[in-house]
Nanobody, 126 residues
């Protein structure tokens, strides 16, 4: 019921910035929680950040806290992840995810998210 398409990934140097975008469609953007996850080969998908339906509350993984900012624009049906001070360990495929069962309750558990985008690659060189 929700389609998600990420964009904005690329190859950058340590210390650089990137802004990822996720276009959402299929149901009103005011009804669900959105999040960003990331994954490297051979490892499980890990939580990055999540946001309530109206952007009133956010939650971040300790590894990105203070460097990344999650936001959403429901009028444009779009989710963003501003990534600053990038490190080589941030290298991963980044995925947008939707939790259609909640609008204000945030979770870091990937099992709670119902729909996923195809992912966008972020590579940070040292």
């Amino acid at each position: 019921q929700v389609q998600l398409v990420e964009s904005g990934g690329g190859l950058v140097q340590a210390g650089d910035s990137l802004r990822l975008s996720c276009a959402a469609s299929g149901r009103p953007a005011t009804t669900y929680v959105l999040a960003w996850f990331r994954q490297t080969p051979g490892k499980e998908r890990e939580f990055v950040a999540t946001i309530t339906w109206n952007g009133g509350r956010t939650d971040y993984a300790d590894s990105v806290k203070g460097r990344f900012t999650i936001s959403r624009d429901n009028a444009k049906n779009r989710l963003y992840l501003q990534m600053n001070s990038l490190k080589p360990e941030d290298t991963a495929v980044y995925y947008c995810a939707a939790d259609i069962n909640h609008s204000v309750i945030l979770t870091r558990s990937r099992e709670e998210y119902d729909y996923w985008g195809q992912g966008t690659q972020v590579t940070v060189s040292s």
